[in-house]
């Protein structure tokens, strides 16, 4: 809404919270390149997507299928949630007290809503893989499972057919060369798993 | 003397023809001319501005163009001569300021300042001038036109009639306006020099409007449509207001059925602290959330508090975020929780009050929901909440569109 030429005594603009993208997980396991937008510590890190769009946060809504406990002195927790695409493997440690206490009171499979970091980093095998750091994970109804599919199709359709149309998704175009056909079914698969 | 400001709009005003200014040199040049010189800035600045203008063969810069414009066309850096009707006068906010108002033409509206070492004969209310060599400029983001002493002021004879062109609410900007709008709610005065201020609307949206103290104002009836004539739009923090001072209102018949805010549709991706149970200060007007201490940050401690439940969130659609505060009745039907019962939560719980945040985020984080209401200072004030319910039509629409294509 703010467009305006605002007056030169304010400092910038306002702080905006960065949103919760919705991607599948099989669109997530294909991701592999982060950037950082600008040269400050404190700039955001994003992951692009291979439908081109930047990612700092994602949402997610599935099933916790398996939680585990690992580590001694430093101790996580590694939550795996299903989407009918596949999988997101979520990582709560002490930085993220708030979520390893809910993973921590969870039983699975139970459904549940996640806000999380997304990251790349080189596993031992020298591959690229996506970490999920979690902000929350709170256990919900069926429901916003259902909704969230609809959602992520939705924004999966979309992004397809804006391919090429930012500088984000251009750059993911030279990066993945996405074929649109495989997105298309891959949101076309999720909703046909569920019941009409 | 401090030349900056000068030097900055001359330099602002070689850059629009595409030449790079010398800034260092430009305000050396001013302070010569007004410092040894004792010439007025105003003078300064144009000797300078003609003197770059020759050096560069421009033309129509700084010289006294008097060729008439239209204010809707008014460019910020330019110097112009213009014919139009006093339609306000305010009061003036510093002794350099001879008279400040608003000038109109059949185009559009701007303010004017007249500095008080202009030496320029007082203009009245009503009546027509026509100004040679103002300069356009900008305070604050809103438009100005600076009434120097090298402007040439005559009055002039006109009855050219100006019907002011009413814009939608929404496509307000800093400046002078004229609306048409419903009073749909008066606030409580916070200023002791302030008349009224309260909401007024269209169709298109809601703005805030003032008016101050003057002789022979009168405050608008809530729930009456008024035709805004000439109304000052300032901007603060990134939100306009309606100053109607200066303003000309007209009562006019008929209803508007106000925008009641936007519906926004997304996840409550974020319950923040300061949600749940919580106590506010029982001074008459006050109503702010007490610290854990029940300390307000105006009236100290309060052990008298009022205990209210409240969500303070961000509602996510995957692609924009927005800030969402929300009010008691609605909480309690999100939440499944009444006022009473977070109290007696609160009250025989070890965690207190934590307990009725935690109870309330996880009942409610994580969801979808339509939420409707007012932006205020960049939060929503939810008037209306609703669960998102799965909807089979969507998912056949999808589907649709996933396969048509894809097959």
């Known amino acids: 809404m703010n467009d305006r030429k605002g007056p030169g005594f304010r400092s910038g603009p306002a702080f905006e919270r960065e949103p919760a993208r919705r991607v599948f997980a099989a669109e997530l396991r294909e991701t592999r390149h982060q950037f950082r937008d600008g040269e400050d510590e404190k700039s955001p890190t994003y992951v692009l997507i291979p439908t081109g769009v930047r990612c700092n946060r994602i949402f997610i809504a599935g099933t916790l299928t398996e939680k585990e406990r690992r580590g001694d002195q430093n101790a996580y927790y590694q939550a795996r949630i299903a989407d009918p695409t596949g999988l997101f493997y979520l990582m709560a440690g002490s930085y993220q007290p708030e979520a390893m206490q809910q993973i921590a009171k969870i039983e699975p499979p139970a459904f549940v809503a996640a806000v999380a970091k997304p990251g790349v980093f080189e596993s031992q095998s020298g591959a690229l893989r996506v970490s999920l750091r979690a902000e929350s994970v709170i256990v919900v109804e069926k429901d916003v499972r259902d909704l969230w599919v609809l959602d992520t199709a939705r924004a999966t359709l979309q992004r397809v057919d804006d391919l090429g149309k930012s500088p984000d998704s251009k750059k993911a175009q030279e990066i993945y060369a996405p074929d649109p056909a495989v997105y298309r079914r891959m949101a076309y698969d999720a909703l046909a798993q569920m019941k009409i | 003397m401090d030349l900056s400001e000068v030097t900055e709009r001359i330099s602002r005003k070689m850059e629009s023809r595409g030449i790079t200014p010398d800034r260092k040199k430009i305000e050396s040049k001013l302070h010569r001319l007004v410092d040894e010189f004792g010439v007025h800035v105003s003078e300064a600045e144009?000797?300078?501005?003609?003197?770059?203008?020759?050096?560069?063969?421009?033309?129509?810069?700084?010289?006294?163009?008097?060729?008439?414009?239209?204010?809707?066309?008014?460019?910020?850096?330019?110097?112009?001569?213009?014919?139009?009707?006093?339609?306000?006068?305010?009061?003036?906010?510093?002794?350099?300021?001879?008279?400040?108002?608003?000038?109109?033409?059949?185009?559009?509206?701007?303010?004017?300042?007249?500095?008080?070492?202009?030496?320029?004969?007082?203009?009245?209310?009503?009546?027509?001038?026509?100004?040679?060599?103002?300069?356009?400029?900008?305070?604050?983001?809103?438009?100005?036109?600076?009434?120097?002493?090298?402007?040439?002021?005559?009055?002039?004879?006109?009855?050219?009639p100006l019907i002011p062109s009413v814009v939608p609410v929404k496509d307000l900007a800093p400046g002078v306006a004229s609306v048409r709008v419903k009073v749909v709610q008066e606030w409580e005065v916070s200023h002791e020099r302030m008349l009224q201020s309260g909401l007024v609307g269209d169709e298109t949206g809601t703005v805030k409007f003032i008016v101050w103290k003057e002789e022979g104002k009168e405050k608008l009836v809530p729930g009456t449509v008024y035709h805004l004539y000439y109304a000052l739009v300032d901007e603060f923090n990134g939100r306009l207001s309606l100053n109607?001072?200066?303003?000309?209102?007209?009562?006019?018949?008929?209803?508007?059925?106000?925008?009641?805010?936007?519906?926004?549709?997304?996840?409550?991706?974020?319950?923040?602290?300061?949600s749940g149970l919580v106590k506010r200060c029982p001074v008459e007007g006050c109503n702010r959330v007490l610290s854990r201490q029940n300390y307000c940050p105006v009236h100290e401690i309060q052990k008298e508090f009022r205990y209210d439940l409240r969500i303070k969130g961000v509602l996510d659609d995957g692609t924009v975020t927005k800030n969402v505060l929300i009010q008691r009745e609605l909480v309690e039907a999100m939440a499944g929780i009444t006022l009473d019962d977070a109290q007696a939560l609160a009250e025989s719980n070890p965690l207190g009050m934590d307990e009725v945040f935690l109870r309330i985020r996880d009942a409610v984080q994580g969801r979808y929901?339509?939420?409707?209401?007012?932006?205020?200072?960049?939060?929503?004030?939810?008037?209306?909440?609703?669960?998102i319910a799965f909807e089979?039509?969507?998912?056949?629409?999808?589907?649709?569109?996933?396969?048509?294509?894809?097959?």
């Not at chain 2, 089979?392 to 894809?406: K, Q, S, T, V, Y």
Request: charged letters at 20%; a negative charge; glycine letters at 10%.
């Open chain 2, 369 to 387: 929901y339509a939420m409707t209401g007012n932006e205020i200072d960049g939060r929503i004030l939810v008037r209306q909440c609703s669960h």
């Open chain 2, 46 to 160: 144009r000797t300078v501005m003609n003197e770059l203008a020759r050096e560069h063969s421009l033309t129509g810069m700084g010289t006294r163009s008097t060729e008439l414009r239209e204010i809707k066309d008014l460019v910020v850096g330019e110097w112009v001569t213009l014919q139009g009707k006093i339609v306000a006068l305010t009061t003036a906010p510093s002794p350099a300021i001879a008279q400040t108002g608003v000038i109109a033409d059949p185009s559009g509206a701007i303010r004017f300042v007249v500095w008080a070492r202009a030496n320029l004969p007082v203009m009245e209310a009503g009546k027509w001038y026509r100004l040679e060599s103002a300069v356009v400029d900008e305070f604050r983001g809103v438009p100005k036109l600076n009434v120097h002493g090298g402007t040439t002021l005559t009055p002039v004879e006109s009855d050219t």
């Open chain 2, 244 to 274: 109607l001072s200066p303003a000309t209102c007209i009562p006019d018949e008929g209803d508007i059925a106000v925008a009641s805010g936007q519906t926004f549709r997304g996840v409550l991706i974020h319950v923040a602290p300061g």
């Open chain 2, 392 to 407: 089979p039509m969507e998912l056949a629409g999808l589907l649709n569109r996933a396969g048509g294509e894809a097959q």
